[in-house]
C-alpha cells in the first residue's frame, strides 16, 4: 500500500479518517481465502465451508465435499500449468 512509504502525519490523518468512516483493511481475509481455496485438505475445506456456512442455511454434505473437491483439482491444474510454464521457460533459456 502506498501509505505505509508516505510521510508519518500523513499515514496517521488517513487512519484517523479511515477509523472514523469505519473502512478496515481486508488484505488478510483475502489472502486467508486464497489459502483455503489452494490448500489440497479435503478436512480444510469443509471446515471452511462450516466457519462460512454459519449463518446460511443447511447445505448437504455431499454437495460441501463436491465443491471441496472441484477447488482441489482447480488448484492442482493451475499448479500443472505453471509447472509446465517454468519447464517451457528453462529448456528455451538454457540453450
Known amino acids: 500500500m502506498c501509505m505505509d512509504k508516505s510521510a508519518v502525519p500523513a499515514r496517521k490523518i488517513w487512519l484517523a479518517i479511515a477509523a472514523r468512516l469505519g473502512l478496515r483493511p481486508t488484505a488478510g481475509l483475502r489472502n486467508l481465502r486464497k489459502e483455503v481455496r489452494t490448500c489440497e485438505y479435503r478436512d480444510v475445506h469443509i471446515m471452511w465451508e462450516m466457519l462460512r456456512d454459519m449463518g446460511s442455511p443447511a447445505v448437504s454434505l455431499e454437495e460441501k465435499e ?22 517451457f521457460v528453462y529448456y528455451c533459456c538454457a540453450f
Not at 482447480?74 to 509447472?83: L, P, S
Open 66 to 87: 463436491a465443491a471441496a473437491a472441484a477447488a482441489v483439482a482447480a488448484a492442482a491444474g493451475a499448479r500443472k500449468k505453471k509447472a509446465a510454464w517454468r519447464r
